[in-house]
């Protein structure tokens, strides 16, 4: 099974190069429906497989200048300790292993279907919040950083329960949020928060014993080489034909979760 796990490793791995987006959102319900691992434990896992991928990422944007790190602090201030909370809470209020089961899939099946429903609308969205007279959709400059918190504290809370969320989610977010964002700065801040965020989540699972080390370094070897590959191919795909693919494949995928 070792190689077919690296084998499918490196499938989302091409996925998440092509497109930056479907990591978390692939590799779990893949692990759960195709390999029958349980939700717990692959969400465990894939939250330290997607804070040791995106690290590479999360360093180029850092050299380029695609981030603000500004916005990044704030997120995270408001990420990290809700990912603390919540595998505090996991474990104080210690559930059966059948009622754990079903609140992880649950919110699973939410992530994956709402990060779907984004994936379709996201240039509308674009088109939305950055068309002219687009204040509307920008909070107030006093209440942005109260907004950027609270934003942080929803992605952290769905990130550690699913593992889900903090790449589409967190980038229609960012949308929203900050409209005159440039759109490489919304995606080069939205990986690099990513990273902490999937750190501290993944280490908590650890803690908790619901990751599997010996399926981590499988999945490692083959997505590392796979992001590579994806990477290079991104230029020669049309986004428009990939995100409606990919939004789609979530939606099966989500609405295959619900019936889990």
């Known amino acids: 099974m070792d190689g077919m796990y690296t084998l499918s490793g490196f499938l989302v ?31 465990g896992t894939d939250l330290l497989y997607a804070s040791l991928t995106k690290s590479l990422g999360s360093w180029v944007h850092g050299l380029r200048g695609s981030v603000d790190w500004k916005v990044v602090g704030l997120l995270s201030l ?11 809470m996991l474990k104080y209020l210690a559930l059966d292993e059948k009622t754990l089961r079903s609140v992880v899939t649950g919110v ?3 992530a994956l279907l709402l990060t779907a429903c984004s994936l379709l609308m996201m240039s509308r969205i674009r088109k939305l919040v950055q068309r002219k007279g687009g204040r509307i959709y920008e909070s107030h400059h006093h209440h942005l950083p109260v907004a950027t918190i609270i934003t942080g504290i929803v992605v952290g809370t769905l990130v550690t329960i699913s593992s889900v969320g903090a790449g589409v989610l967190g980038t229609v977010a960012l949308l929203f949020l900050y409209p005159r964002m440039p759109a490489v700065k919304v995606v080069g801040t939205d990986i690099v928060h990513a990273v902490p965020l999937t750190a501290v989540a993944g280490m908590g699972h650890l803690a908790l014993g619901t990751v599997d080390i010996v399926l ?7 997505s590392l080489p796979g992001i590579y590959i994806g990477s290079h191919l991104s230029a020669k795909v049309p986004d428009k034909v990939l995100r409606p693919v990919l939004a789609t494949m979530l939606l099966i995928i989500g609405t295959r979760m619900v019936l889990y």
Do not use: C
């Open 216 to 222: 981590l370094g499988s999945l490692l070897l083959g």
């Open 78 to 88: 408001g990420s990290l300790p809700a990912a603390m909370v919540t595998i505090a």
């Open 108 to 110: 699973l099946s939410f």
């Open 13 to 43: 791995g091409v996925v998440v190069g092509v497109t930056g987006v479907g990591g978390g959102s692939l590799m779990t319900p893949l692990l759960v429906l195709l390999f029958g691992v349980s939700p717990v434990t692959a969400v």
